[in-house]
């Protein structure tokens, strides 16, 4: 059994910023890759980027320069650091997570119910 719980997510003004949290939990042997996606109302779910187990993040090129992914591994937990928010970032924002939980080297998908990020003056 594995969890995955996103926080930190708020109203905000333009230009301000916001630090996101996803943790996981449960019976988890390894975490491989981590991925932020956001949705917006109407709009299908976008990949934002994610991280490698190593370190490694990538960004779909809208963010760049402004959304920063970074994970604990002690802690099971992937960030997401939002700077100079714009209207355009509202969305929930949720996390997915590749986890392995035993030893014989086979990650399942995982998902997390989602954190509010809204944008607005």
């Known amino acids: 059994q594995v969890q995955l719980v996103e926080s930190g997510g708020g109203l905000v003004q333009p230009g301000g910023s916001l630090r996101l949290s996803c943790a996981a939990s449960?019976?988890?042997?390894?975490?491989?890759?981590m991925h932020w996606y956001r949705q917006a109302p109407g709009k299908e779910r976008e990949w934002v980027g994610g991280t490698t187990s190593d370190g490694t993040t990538n960004y779909v090129s809208s963010v760049k320069g402004r959304f920063t992914i970074s994970r604990d591994n002690s802690k099971n937990t992937m960030y997401l650091e939002i700077n100079s928010l714009k209207p355009e970032d509202t969305a929930m924002y949720y996390c997915?997570?590749?986890?392995?939980?035993?030893?014989?080297?086979?990650?399942?998908?995982?998902w997390g119910q989602g954190t509010q990020v809204t944008v607005s003056s």
């Open positions: 997915k997570a590749a986890i392995q939980t035993n030893e014989m080297g086979y990650a399942n998908w995982y």
């Open positions: 449960g019976r988890i042997f390894s975490i491989d890759t």
